[in-house]
Nanobody, 115 residues
């Protein structure tokens, strides 16, 4: 199973980006999908998750600004990021959890927000 994440880049504060992540390979069923982020020297932290029945969960720091969604047919998860702040700068990683509770991670995509 491989996850390909893309959509990161450089944006000014207040701007928007949309991250995408697509899963490929042999996976029978995807349950949870989501995004984490990590800055150098710090642990990877949760940004947002979405369950198979589309229940969502967000970190307090992104509530009201970020929206997670998924496309089950294409095995994809998205993160719409609006009103970006410099503190959102990080490498963003997507993940999926399959029916056996195994986690798979993408390679990470850099998001840089300039002030």
């Amino acid at each position: 199973v491989q996850l390909q994440a893309y959509g990161g880049g450089l944006v000014q504060a207040g701007g928007s980006l949309r991250l995408s992540c697509e899963a490929s390979g042999r996976i029978l069923r995807i349950y949870d999908m989501g995004w984490y982020r990590q800055i150098p020297g710090k642990e990877r932290v949760l940004v947002a998750t979405i369950t198979s029945d589309r229940r969502t969960n967000y970190a307090d720091s992104v509530k009201g600004r970020f929206t997670i969604s998924r496309d089950n047919a294409n095995r994809a998860v998205y993160l719409q990021m609006n009103s970006l702040k410099p503190e959102d700068t990080a490498v963003y990683y997507c993940f999926i959890k399959d029916h056996r509770s195994r986690d798979y991670w993408g390679q990470g995509t850099q998001v840089t927000v300039s002030s």
